[in-house]
């Protein structure tokens, strides 16, 4: 594991020779990856390990809990040995209780649409979530209130409700404190903004937990932007709920997990059912395993699973969330100080202004779409910066903001991760600046 401090140049210089992503050249220069939020890159480890499952136990991981399963053939007992380790490693990087816990999706996405069509919730029930949620952690709770409206009969009935944060995207404890009430089942946020980087601090998130069950409701946090870049511990957090996914730290696409208390797994109805979620069936009845393999439906990403414990291994100890934060602050002080420096009527920064409150993401915005397209492809066109522009799947929280004002939907996100360099900041800072600073020599071609 690396030091507790920022990671020194040869450090830094030896991680990303294990990313071959990073070894590529276009027109003579690397490329400049500022898109981690999305997907990060993946180093040798997790890709020797995906190439590992498919030449040497390419099969099926064969009926756990199944009643009628026989033994585990040659291939399939290594499959499941390696199985069990990345369901350990998960564990243990949550301090989950029991690797039961664990519950393989394919994305965060899938682990929250588990748990919101999982839930027996009644008319009358109440989500709270916050203003700010990626449509994984608003979608399915609108589909919640839908079908308890059919239900009720009742098109007016309000499920989900929402509270409001500061004017700058910060969490705000009293705000979400007070939209808890006796009918909340179930208080369903973000940890880290994959907007502006806003973090809700750990004693807040207990402080919820506790409010959330006092009145007999399940904390849900989407997780997809804290556990890539900062420890998460769901027992000392009071966490019933966890979603996260793997591609977002280090690991295989189209791998994700969620973590559920047991008790709670235990209550969940099964979202996707048929081929392994059942310990046995008949014509006329189905016996349903216990979690996890209730919620593990057909077959699964073996590979990507096989690619999750190296995933974890790399993060945590090849790098470690203490480098990792410290690195991700370093990189977010220049871009924040840089970007800042540059706010005028037709460009600004969008969250809160102090980086030490914000993971390793900025968001730039305009209410002039051409002058973020023109920085957008310069980045791309001369020096391969890889950012991503739009609305990110935050597009509720932009429309209520920023609707009035037209500018909702031009926005620019750059998001670091421990492998990305101060140079690679600032190539996108300079380009920003020449846009910026003279928006008429370049909103021409954009
Ligand atoms: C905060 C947040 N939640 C959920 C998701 C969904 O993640 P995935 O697309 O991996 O399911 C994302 C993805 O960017 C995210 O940033």
């Known amino acids: 594991m690396l030091r507790a401090m920022s990671?020194?140049?040869?450090?830094?210089?030896?991680?990303?020779?294990?990313?071959?992503?990073?070894?590529?050249?276009?027109?003579?220069?690397?490329?400049?990856?500022?898109?981690?939020t999305c997907m990060t890159l993946r180093p040798r480890s997790v890709i020797a390990a995906l190439v590992r499952y498919y030449e040497e136990f390419p099969t099926c991981g064969g009926g756990r809990g199944d009643r009628h399963h026989g033994r585990h053939n040659w291939f399939q007992g290594e499959l499941r040995a390696h199985e069990e380790a990345a369901r350990e490693s998960v564990r243990a990087l949550l301090n989950a209780e029991r690797c039961e816990e664990i519950v393989w999706t394919r994305n965060a996405t899938e682990a929250l649409n588990v748990v919101a069509h999982g839930l027996d919730l009644e008319p009358g029930d109440e989500v709270v979530t916050s203003e700010r949620e990626h449509n994984s952690n608003l979608v399915p709770w609108l589909e919640v209130e839908r079908r308890l409206r059919a239900r009720a009969g009742d098109p007016g009935l309000v499920a989900r409700r929402f509270f409001d944060l500061a004017p700058d995207g910060s969490f705000v404890l009293e705000s979400a404190l007070?939209?808890?009430?006796?009918?909340?089942?179930?208080?369903?946020?973000?940890?880290?903004?994959n907007l502006d980087g806003a973090l809700i601090p750990d004693a807040d998130l207990r402080r919820l937990a506790d409010a959330v069950h006092r009145v007999g409701g399940v904390l849900v946090l989407d997780a997809a932007q804290s556990v890539p870049h900062r420890p998460v511990d769901v027992r000392a957090l009071g966490v019933d709920f966890l979603a996260f996914s793997i591609h977002k730290m280090c690991g295989p696409s189209g791998m994700g997990a969620l973590y559920g208390r047991y008790d709670q797994l235990e209550r969940l109805r099964g979202f996707i059912v048929g081929g392994d979620t059942v310990s046995d069936t008949w014509q006329d009845r189905v016996e349903y395993k216990p979690p996890p393999g209730r919620f593990e439906a057909g077959l699964q990403d073996y590979a990507g699973i096989v690619a999750t414990a190296p995933a974890v291994e790399y993060v945590t100890r090849r790098v470690g969330y203490a480098a990792i934060q410290a690195h991700e602050l370093e990189l977010n002080r220049h871009l924040t100080g840089r970007l800042l420096a540059l706010e005028c009527e037709h460009f600004q920064v969008l969250g809160p202004r102090d980086p030490e409150r914000r993971g390793?993401?900025?968001?730039?915005?305009?209410?002039?779409?051409?002058?973020?397209?023109?920085?957008?492809?310069?980045?791309?066109?001369e020096s391969n910066v890889m950012v991503r522009r739009g609305m990110f799947c935050v597009n509720a929280y932009l429309h209520r903001r920023f609707d009035a004002l037209g500018r909702a939907a031009n926005n620019l996100r750059a998001s670091t991760y421990f492998y990305n360099t101060l140079d690679e900041c600032e190539v996108l800072c300079e380009v920003v600046e020449r846009v910026v600073r003279d928006p008429l020599a370049y909103l021409d071609d954009a």
Not at 360 to 379: C, D, F, K, Q, W
Request: charged content about 20%; aromatic content about 2%; overall charge positive.
């Open 7 to 36: 990671l020194s140049a040869r450090e830094l210089t030896a991680l990303r020779s294990e990313f071959p992503a990073l070894l590529r050249r276009r027109n003579g220069k690397p490329p400049i990856y500022l898109n981690s």
């Open 178 to 193: 007070a939209a808890i009430t006796p009918r909340t089942r179930v208080l369903a946020v973000a940890h880290a903004s």
């Open 360 to 381: 390793g993401v900025i968001t730039m915005a305009s209410h002039s779409g051409p002058l973020i397209n023109a920085i957008e492809r310069l980045a791309d066109e």
